[in-house]
């Protein structure tokens, strides 16, 4: 675990890589707020059971957000919306209230990338991982079913003709969903979705990537 060298006025995350707190950590460096607003602590998933992170988030989960306040935040979707609130204020990577379609379909994206679609690629990719006697087909057969008959095709009507998922500018969303696509590509399963993969690939192509990532 790094160590945590933030000053008076200054919030903290703390983070495993390749987590959902990726997204973060790029949506931080894209509004150039680390290092001067915001410190990024990275730790191993051993370090997520130690008593100093576990003090700060019972559930010893990824991440973990000190405001600038002194309060702790452990869910991402809230961590977002707080950044956001706080330090977005020229609404760079996401939409204003006033944009109503816009805000709109920001907050639903939000939403099922964190919550529903994560989730469900990230237990599917760790499941690829054990060992091939271990493997249940039958959910994987669903997994692919689900993936390809509803989690893409909503993903990809979302995304439309455009480069990105919400109007014609870059946001917060395209950086949260890149991190299901890239798990998603890892098994094979964009080779039908041309227009996910392209958006996969313009994220990762930003110098952001590979910091928020390594």
Partial sequence: MGPNNSKPNQSTLY???RTIASPLVQILLELELVPSEIVVVRLSFTDLKKEKILKLNPMGTSPTFITKHGDVIWESGAILMWILSE???DYKLHPSAQEVKLFSA???LRQFIIATVYPFVAKWFLHTLKPKED???TYLNE???MWTGKI???LTEHLGSRNFMVGDQISVVDFLVVKPLGNADSLGMLEKFGSLKDLL???KSRSTY???YA
């Fill in 106 to 108: 920001s907050l639903q």
């Fill in 143 to 145: 997994c692919e079913v």
């Fill in 201 to 203: 690939e313009r994220i």
């Fill in 152 to 154: 893409a095709p909503i």
């Fill in 87 to 89: 330090y977005d204020t």
């Fill in 210 to 212: 590979d910091c928020a």
């Fill in 15 to 17: 983070y495993v890589p």
């Fill in 135 to 137: 493997h249940d087909e």
